[in-house]
Nanobody
Framework: VQLQAFGGGLVQSGGSLRLSCAAS????????MGWFRQAPGKEREFVAG????????DYIDSVKGRFSISRDNAKNTVYLQMSSLKPEDTAVYYC?????????????????WGQGTLVTVSS
């Protein structure tokens, strides 16, 4: 499966953005989807993940209550709605797909990756 993430940009602290990740292929619904991020000088970290059906999701503690992951299997797309953004959310955000069981929080458990989209939150 090929993934393409978009929707990043520059936003002020407290603002919102919605990231999208479009997947190719007809088996999108069989993949667990995740969003990861990598800030300058830091390791890539798990942000949010969602199960095949969208019925189960999980988040890193620092974004709980502010970010929401969802998916539309008919459109082969996964979304990350980000609200109340903080400067520390500044990073390149990546979407990823895992062709195995839920949950998965480590990047080495994901099989396919998008190219990343930059989110910059100004103070």
């Amino acid at each position: 499966v090929q993934l393409q993430a978009f929707g990043g940009g520059l936003v002020q602290s407290g603002g919102s953005l919605r990231l999208s990740c479009a997947a190719s292929g007809r088996t999108f619904s069989r993949y667990i989807m995740g969003w990861f991020r990598q800030a300058p000088g830091k390791e890539r970290e798990f942000v949010a993940g969602i199960s095949w059906s969208g019925g189960t999701s999980d988040y890193i503690d620092s974004v709980k209550g502010r970010f929401s992951i969802s998916r539309d299997n008919a459109k082969n797309t996964v979304y990350l709605q980000m609200s109340s953004l903080k400067p520390e959310d500044t990073a390149v955000y990546y979407c990823a797909a895992r062709a195995s069981s839920w949950p998965a929080y480590s990047d080495n458990r994901y099989d396919y990756w998008g190219q990343g989209t930059l989110v910059t939150v100004s103070s």
